[in-house]
């Protein structure tokens, strides 16, 4: 079962909470593993874990309305798709590290468990920002 956290709220949008979550999970299970794989597999799988929260967060933090759209969009969707790459670099090395015994085979299991739903998660806000862009640069050729 994985390690949770937060709780969300109407506050924090979900796919935060979960990568958060994520990187919990992921630098519990990472802190005893051999010593021989801690500055190869498990840290290049906590600092991908800070790194997804950290994008995701950055994302969030970038407000876009119909005088900004152009360059602020462009940034949120660049923070967005540069996490989801990371989700899925995370599910890969997860994987990698189980094979030479850096982590256990239940741990990269929930680690991609938890992965595949902050992807989840991470395309619904994409499209639904897709969407609010598409509606406002409809607006802006109206004008």
């Not at 390690?3 to 969300?8: I, S, V």
């Not at 709220?9 to 021989?36: F, G, R």
């Not at 989801?84 to 994987?95: C, D, E, T, V």
């Not at 395309?123 to 609010?132: G, L, P, T, Y």
Request: glycine share 2%; charged share 20%; proline share 1%.
């Amino acid at each position: 079962m994985g390690l949770n956290t937060h709780e969300a709220t109407d506050s924090t949008l979900k796919v935060i909470v979960y990568a958060n979550d994520l990187m919990s999970y992921t630098l519990k299970v990472t802190q005893n593993a051999p010593k021989h794989y801690r500055f190869t597999f498990i840290s290049r799988l906590q600092n991908l874990s800070m790194d997804i929260v950290e994008l995701m967060l950055l994302a969030n933090d970038v407000f876009v309305t119909k005088a900004n759209i152009h360059k602020t969009a462009e940034q949120r969707i660049h923070y967005q798709q540069q996490a989801l790459s990371k989700l899925r670099a995370i599910g890969y090395f997860s994987l990698e590290a189980q094979k030479y015994d850096a982590i256990k085979l239940k741990h990269a299991i929930q680690m991609n468990k938890q992965g595949a739903n902050c992807i989840k998660f991470l395309q619904a806000w994409m499209k639904s920002d897709r969407v609010k862009y598409q509606n406002i640069y409809h607006l802006l050729q109206q004008e």
